[in-house]
């Protein structure tokens, strides 16, 4: 049970710490987004947590629209969370339910890219 870059698993975050916690919680999609190489001999993976509450904060540059109908495995509409990039234990993925496109993946990258401070002019 190997995952690669680009797929959709579900993934148990568990419950929520408080009332307080922000993170995603619970069963819910995940995009992976670590190297295939990484996936392939760590334990550990890195994901971009998805959600179907489009329309809240959809314009934020770290929040990608994944369209339901070109996502492999979606059933709707969905947000990818780049600002919750997120480490995974294999133990806590649950089953592999599709993938997103090769663009979608591209825009989610650069997501990430926008969170970590990779590009100049989200810095200032």
């Known amino acids: ?39 392939q001999h760590s334990m550990v993976l890195h994901g971009v947590p998805l959600t179907s509450k489009i329309k809240k904060k959809r314009f934020l540059p770290t929040h990608v ?16 969370l780049c600002e919750q990039l997120c480490s995974i234990r294999y133990s806590d993925m649950i089953r592999p339910i599709g993938s997103v496109s090769a663009f979608q993946l591209i825009k989610i990258t650069l ?4 969170q970590l401070g990779m590009i100049g002019s989200f810095n200032e």
């Not at 629209?65 to 990818?80: C, D, M, P, V």
């Open 1 to 39: 049970m190997k995952a690669r870059r680009g797929e959709i698993w579900m993934v148990d975050f568990g419950p929520p710490l408080d009332e307080e916690d922000h993170l995603q919680h619970s069963i819910r999609p995940v995009v992976i987004v670590s190297n295939n190489k990484a996936n």
């Open 111 to 114: 997501g990430m890219q926008i």
């Open 65 to 80: 629209f994944i369209n339901g109908f070109q996502a492999e495995g979606l059933s709707r509409h969905s947000l990818a």
